[in-house]
């Protein structure tokens, strides 16, 4: 079975550009949330979607969007890219949103760099 | 606010030497708590859920325990393949039928032959 797929691994952009990050999670999986971890602030949730819809959101401002297409494949969208947003970006995946205990499964995730 | 902290942020063994890391946490209404393994360029692996204050859970070296406030993942003998960033993450209500996953930042753990 194959795991979760982030494309693509590295980016590098410059300030003021806008970057989209692609995630294919694990078949059957129609959860799909997304983090960005640093070495300053770890972990950080952004948001989750689950069956084309977002069902939860963290603390991120309006330039973080996503959205989720109906093979429950999801894209992330960081636009005006500021140095800050330099990070490793997560997707991860699972059967249901919200389950007790539901684990998730990580992608190797999208290093993007913003020079 | 939920808050999720580690200790130590890192630490060093020698192959064979015993720990234990520690994950306190504050929240209301845990729902589940959660340790992974993350090894360099990878995302986080899935290690164990706990759910309840008692519960203990293990795996090959690592076994993981569970009170009302904090969470332990001893590592017995361990081996240098076990050196990884190890990652605690609580799972907790946050309104309407949502349900919201906190990540401390991690223990480094070398694991020297």
């Known amino acids: 079975k194959a795991g979760v797929t982030q494309t693509p691994r590295y980016l590098i952009k410059t300030r003021g550009q806008q970057v989209t990050l692609s995630c294919s999670p694990i078949?059957?999986?129609?959860?799909v949330s997304w983090y960005q971890q640093t070495p300053g602030q770890g972990l950080q949730f952004l948001f989750e979607y689950f069956s084309e819809t977002q069902r939860n959101k963290g603390n991120f401002p309006g330039r973080f969007s996503g959205r989720q297409f109906s093979n429950s494949r999801s894209e992330m969208n960081v636009s005006t890219l500021e140095l800050g947003d330099s990070a490793l970006y997560l997707c991860?995946?699972?059967?249901?949103?919200?389950?007790?205990?539901?684990?998730?499964?990580f992608g190797s995730g999208t290093q993007l760099s913003v020079l | 606010e939920d808050q999720v902290t580690q200790s130590p942020e890192a630490l060093r063994l020698q192959e064979g030497e015993s720990s234990s890391l520690n994950c306190s946490y504050t929240v209301s209404g845990l729902r589940g708590l959660f340790w992974y393994r993350q090894d360099p360029g990878k995302g986080p692996e899935f290690l164990f859920t706990?759910?309840?204050a008692g519960e203990e859970k293990e795996k090959e070296r690592l076994k993981a325990t569970l009170t009302k406030k904090e969470s332990f993942l001893h590592i017995t003998a361990p081996k240098p393949e076990d050196s990884a960033t190890y990652l605690c993450a609580v799972q907790a209500y946050s309104g309407g039928s949502n349900y919201k996953l906190t990540f401390g930042k991690g223990t480094l753990l070398t694991v020297n032959p």
């Open positions: 706990l759910y309840s």
């Open positions: 991860a995946s699972s059967l249901v949103s919200g389950g007790a205990g539901e684990k998730l499964f």
């Open positions: 078949s059957g999986h129609r959860s």
